[in-house]
């Protein structure tokens, strides 16, 4: 069964250090997103991203945050100066759209980011 | 408002027995409502999912009953099993203006053996 693969598994940073979190979605799949879950507690929205572009941010995702797809393949997220409070887990996602964007997500297995 | 509020926060239930979670929304524009079944240290994946226009979706032991009216929607896990003890998350989507999904807090499902 395909698979949304993420590395690293885990990554542990200093504060104020940028991270790139990487991802390679579903080969066929058209919208990407990353969501985050910080320990215990709900899986909470970050961006979409379709047509090379993104198409909703949440108010966590402010300047701070970056994504790109660089190559086709792979799917970053970049966040510039860590803080403390952006320990947490990071998800991708990927759908094919054929229903509708968001019917249907695979989620990777995540970056679980510790921030130190 | 665009939150999905998520009940119970943890469940117990003995082996064989019937599972229920509670959903509830307030953002009518909501066009699709997933759950996502996440074992620890997985990401989530989806389990079962059902469109506004249908009342019910039945797949194998596990069922969504949908009330429109009352906004909102349940999963049902029939026959519980051990191997079914995990997070389950519902979530609420939305195709217009962006695309994104919204998930609830999640539900803490111990099965007993």
Known sequence: EPEVTQTPSHQVTQMGQEVILRCVPISNHLYFYWYRQILGQKVEFLVSFYNNEISEKSEIFDDQFSVERPDGSNFTLKIRSTKLEDSAMYFCASSDGSQGANYGYTFGSGTRLTVV | ?113
């Open chain 2, 1 to 113: 408002q665009q939150q999905v509020k998520q009940s119970p926060q943890s469940l117990i239930v003995q082996k064989g027995g019937i599972s229920i979670i509670n959903c509830a929304y307030e953002n009518t524009a909501f066009d699709y409502f997933p759950w996502y079944q996440q074992f620890p240290g997985k990401g989530p994946a989806l389990l079962i999912a059902i469109r506004p226009d249908v009342s019910e979706k039945k797949e194998g032991r596990f069922t969504i009953s949908f009330n429109k009216s009352a906004k909102q929607f349940s999963l049902h896990i029939m026959d519980s099993q051990p191997g079914d003890s995990a997070t389950y998350f519902c979530a609420a989507s939305l195709n217009t203006g962006g695309f994104k999904t919204i998930f609830g807090a999640g539900t803490r499902l111990f099965v007993k053996a």
